[in-house]
């Protein structure tokens, strides 16, 4: 029995000594300038290197030590390195110092982050906090000029309107080029969602996100990285992270701003005078004005100095358990055409919550209302801007009897602004719940389900004042859209260091399910002009309601691997699945590899102390675009009346082998920093060759039907980009400028076949030409023996015809880009931000109209004030005349170079001067921060071009459509006075 008690405490100090010999340290690495945890930090047994692991994406580790281990060190990239004694510790929190000031941040890349100088593909990051204080509507507008490969226009100056975000140029021509937006990891709905066209006013969906809220803005740009998404990430992909909570005490910031926008470049249109010398130049009369002659300036009638303000509240905090976020802001923008505005109420709450070392889970929603009230625009008779451009100023705005004069040739626009309501209202909640639980040391599994809902309603009333209304004696709509969109993301994650060797190893699987249900009834007939709901229309004239509902599956994963740091190499790959494709092509896989080589950490670099880094990367990566409407590949059939009899008819052919459109993308690239980061320099160079287009061929009359949606044709896009950041005086004088050139063309269609007179422009999608190049006559000038315009025969037949038409522009830049400078100088704070575009050609089709001298009845540009009225007068501005040329037959207005324009220019887009309160005020006022400024919005414009404006696009995010001005509402001049407050 002692025996037997002795072998069992012996064995039981064995067990004991066993169990002692290992232990398991925990802990946090957080970086010591921001207070922020830092993922990817190496964590080894100084004695023992085989022993390590690396910190998971919220900067926590786990590491099982042996007793005998004395020392533990901690290394990141770009970080002094840390040793720690272990003692008899269990936890050990670091904070690690930076060793250098540049690329040593962490970036948002799909599924997770990473350092900035470990990336081997072609990311962008953003932080917006340099341009919180120039108060906008859209997050795609808070970027503009901020990065190389993106070009974003303003389409309009409508307030909450459209932008168009294009990625390294265009890669289809009917399935989409807008990027593919993901916010926390949700992929988000985007566009216009209206269902009442306003001709380039287009609602944006991404208004209803508070630009505030964000935190920073990833874009990735190549296909290495962008393959992670797979078929939706040809067009790129935005990586949008808002704001969370830090492990602090509780701090408040509150911020307000108020300012007023104004039209910054009025057209120059003539007064009656010069109008009654013109008609009489045209008909041969002799009409002298008198002093009672009537001169309405109808663009001040229309337009007005509008204010603009923005309020916002902020909290955040926590402790080492939960830590939140909180805002609320309301937004109200007046446009700078009366009656226009944009309203946006709008509130965020970001939770995060720790249980144990193991489980971790959160939450983040957003919610918010917006008001969007419009006016018809562009190519409309009844749009307020346009009609005060066209309308001759003998007109007046009232008759005798103070009733709206409705004599001209187009409709007064002053009761469409006073009258008329076009109100579309917005909700939208957008959040997503979030689990990780870690299941070993560097193995973690997370769980993101996200839920995107978007309503809007839309109410148009024109009523019998109107001319428009006055037609049917009162018009009304009403729309009502529903789109969700329900995302599920589920990852495991592996991180592990291995002496000098890391790897990075992630796995998922996702899938989304998108539902749009629309409505639309259209009414006339009303008995009173304040009776504007369709509930008082004596007659329905339209009614439709529609649902549809599309889903995707996929599977992706990455491996990343690094030797020593110096050795990079990335593989990612998605295999998706959508319901817009048949069984024959329903699933696709999606591929990329990237390497790099950080030459600036060998042995032989060592001595050359200006350079402190230089890395090398490429890589190539396959991603596709299913953007067409759902449904493409199967039989359609649709409802018919025969005779008052309810049936069905075919609409649409079937085509089983319809798939998605594929891009094949390669990318080198080099990355640089001098004297120690204070330079750092950024090059790359790409290739993208886009297959299978989606596009409707022709099909024969016998078939019943018109066309067929199949994959017919290629396109390309290549170019170089380059950024330069330069801390130019340590902590006072920093800047940055981007370049970017694109080129593109289209390498093949169906037959070869082109496609022509696309849109106001003319435009042409060619072969071996850049897409939607603009096509007509090419004007050589002005005949000065006859007045009328000379264009250039160019098959040489005698003869002007459509075959003499030929290529007269590119909407395409040669250059696009910014050039940001920050200053910082005591208490003062200065950012001044460029944007520019080079090269592109812009079609004027207002010209057509205001300088047609006489083909049309509108009121005229000053130009005409150098036409053409005698014999021998040199002159580019031709005849007064409402005839062709006798000869050839054509009009002097006709679509032609005459109306091409040279689109370059420079803008100060932004101007923000800031004065900080120093710390002795705060004090006396119990503050942590006091912050009072200025700022500028397209503050200059140095341009040759004539138009309103150089940026505008009169067709809104139309992807063939594009450089093309036609009456469009201009981009507008803010100048705003903010404070900011941190309690």
Not at 594 to 609: G, N, P, Q, T, Y
Request: proline share 4%; no cysteine; glycine share 10%.
């Amino acid at each position: 029995m002692v025996k037997k008690l002795l072998l069992l405490l012996m064995l039981f100090s064995v067990l004991a000594s066993a169990y002692a010999q290992k232990r398991t340290i925990t802990g946090t690495v957080t970086d010591k300038g921001t207070n922020e945890t830092m993922p990817g930090v190496t964590v080894i047994v100084k004695s023992n290197p085989s022993n390590g692991t690396i910190t998971g994406p919220d900067g926590t580790y786990s590491l099982e030590v042996s007793e005998n281990a004395k020392f533990l060190v901690f290394s990141f990239v770009g970080m002094q390195k840390v040793e720690k004694a272990i003692g008899d510790q269990t936890k050990i929190d670091v904070a690690l110092a930076s060793d250098t000031e540049s690329l040593d941040e962490v970036v948002v890349v799909g599924y997770g982050t990473e350092s900035k100088r470990l990336l081997t593909s072609s990311i962008s990051d953003v932080s917006l906090r340099e341009i919180e204080e120039v108060p906008t509507a859209n997050i795609d507008e808070a970027l503009q000029g901020k990065t190389a490969g993106v070009r974003i226009n303003s389409n309009s100056g409508t307030p909450g309107g459209g932008i168009s975000v294009r990625v390294r140029g265009m890669s289809s021509i009917s399935a989409g080029n807008s990027p593919l937006y993901v916010v926390d990891g949700i992929p988000i709905i985007t566009g216009d969602q209206g269902q009442v066209g306003f001709s380039g006013q287009n609602i944006d969906a991404l208004s209803s996100i508070n630009p505030s809220d964000i935190e920073s803005i990833s874009i990735l740009k190549d296909a290495s990285a962008a393959a992670i998404y797979g078929a939706r990430a040809t067009n790129g992909v935005v990586l949008i992270t808002t704001k969370q909570g830090k492990a602090q005490k509780t701090k408040i910031n509150a911020r307000a701003s108020f300012g007023i926008e104004q039209m910054w470049n009025k057209p120059d249109l003539l007064n009656s005078e010069q109008w009654l010398e013109y008609q009489n130049d045209l008909t041969g009369n002799n009409i002298n004005p008198g002093i009672d002659t009537t001169n309405t300036d109808w663009i001040d009638e229309v337009t007005q100095i509008a204010p603009i303000s923005n309020y916002e509240v902020s909290a955040a905090g926590g402790n080492d358990k939960t830590k939140y976020f909180l805002s609320g802001s309301y937004f109200t923008r007046k446009g700078i055409v009366k009656s226009t505005a944009f309203d946006r109420l709008s509130g965020r709450l970001n939770l995060d919550h720790r249980f144990n070392d193991k489980l971790n889970f959160g939450a983040n929603i957003s919610l918010s209302g917006s008001e969007n009230n419009r006016v018809e625009g562009d190519q409309s008779l009844h749009a307020p801007l346009a009609v005060a451009i066209s309308l001759p100023p003998t007109y007046p705005v009232y008759n005798s009897n103070g009733e709206y004069d409705q004599s001209g040739p187009y409709a007064n626009p002053v009761p469409i602004i006073e009258d008329a309501v076009n109100k579309a209202n917005a909700f939208r909640t957008l959040g997503n719940a979030f689990m990780e639980y870690k299941i070993i040391d560097g193995l973690k599994f997370k769980t993101n389900w996200g839920y995107d809902f978007y309503m809007l309603n839309e109410h148009s009333y024109d009523p019998p004042t109107t001319r428009q209304g006055n037609q049917t004696n009162g018009m009304g709509f009403e729309t009502f859209s529903r789109s969700s969109n329900f995302t599920s993301n589920n990852t495991l994650n592996y991180i592990k260091a291995f002496g000098e060797h890391n790897i990075n190893l992630l796995g998922g699987y996702s899938f989304e399910k998108y539902n749009r249900v629309s409505s639309f009834i259209k009414g006339v007939e009303f008995p009173h002009e304040y009776l504007e709901y369709l509930e008082s229309a004596a007659t329905i004239q339209d009614a439709y309601a529609s649902v549809n509902e599309t889903g995707t599956n996929s599977y992706f994963g990455r491996f990343k691997y690094n030797y020593q740091y110096k050795y990079i190499l990335a593989l990612t790959g998605r295999y998706d699945g959508s319901s817009r494709f048949s069984d024959n092509y329903r699933y696709g896989f999606f591929p990329g590899a990237s390497v790099a080589w950080r030459i600036s950490e060998e042995a032989f670099m060592e001595d050359i102390d200006f350079l402190s880094e230089l890395k090398l990367k490429g890589g190539f990566g396959i991603t596709g675009n299913d953007r067409i409407g759902s449904f493409r590949s199967l039989s359609l059939y649709t409802a018919a009346n025969y005779a008052g009899v309810a049936g069905i008819m075919p609409v649409q052919i079937a085509n089983p082998d319809l798939k998605w459109e594929t891009t094949y993308q390669s990318d080198i690239g080099l990355t640089a920093g001098f004297l120690d980061d204070k330079i750092t320099v950024d090059i790359s160079y790409y290739l993208k060759k886009t297959k299978d287009l989606l596009l409707d061929r022709p099909l024969p009359p016998s078939s019943g039907f018109t066309v067929l949606s199949d994959n017919i044709g290629e396109m390309e896009n290549q170019g170089v980009e380059l950024t330069i950041n330069a801390n130019i005086i340590e902590d006072i004088w920093s800047v940055n400028f981007n370049i970017s050139h694109n080129k593109n063309k289209v390498t093949k269609l169906y037959n070869g076949q082109p496609i022509e007179d696309i849109g106001r422009g003319n435009q042409r999608i060619a072969e071996g030409e850049p897409i939607s190049h603009f096509y007509g006559y090419n004007a050589l000038g002005v005949d000065p023996s006859t007045g009328y315009m000379v264009f250039e025969d160019v098959n040489n037949d005698g003869q002007l015809t459509d075959a003499d038409r030929t290529i007269i522009g590119d909407p395409h830049p040669d250059f696009i880009g910014g050039f940001t400078n920050t200053v910082n100088y005591k208490n003062f704070e200065l950012n001044v931000l460029f944007q520019f575009s080079y090269g592109n050609d812009i079609f004027n089709a207002t010209r057509i109209y205001t300088e047609s001298l006489g083909v049309s009845g509108d009121n005229q540009s000053t130009n005409i004030l150098d036409r053409w009225q005698n014999v021998g007068d040199q002159t580019d501005v031709p005849l007064a005349t409402t005839t062709p040329n006798p000869i050839t037959k054509i009009y002097n207005n006709v679509e032609s170079s005459r109306f091409i324009e040279d689109g370059s220019y420079l803008r100060l887009k932004n101007l923000s001067l800031g004065y900080k309160f120093d710390q002795q005020v705060l004090d006396k006022l119990g503050l942590n921060s006091l912050k009072v400024y200025f700022s500028a919005k397209n503050l200059l414009t140095f341009t040759k071009y004539s138009g309103l404006d150089p940026e505008v696009n009169y067709a809104g995010n139309d992807d063939v459509v594009m450089g093309v001005e036609f009456f469009t509402y201009p981009s507008v001049r803010t100048f705003t006075f903010g404070i900011n407050i941190g309690i």
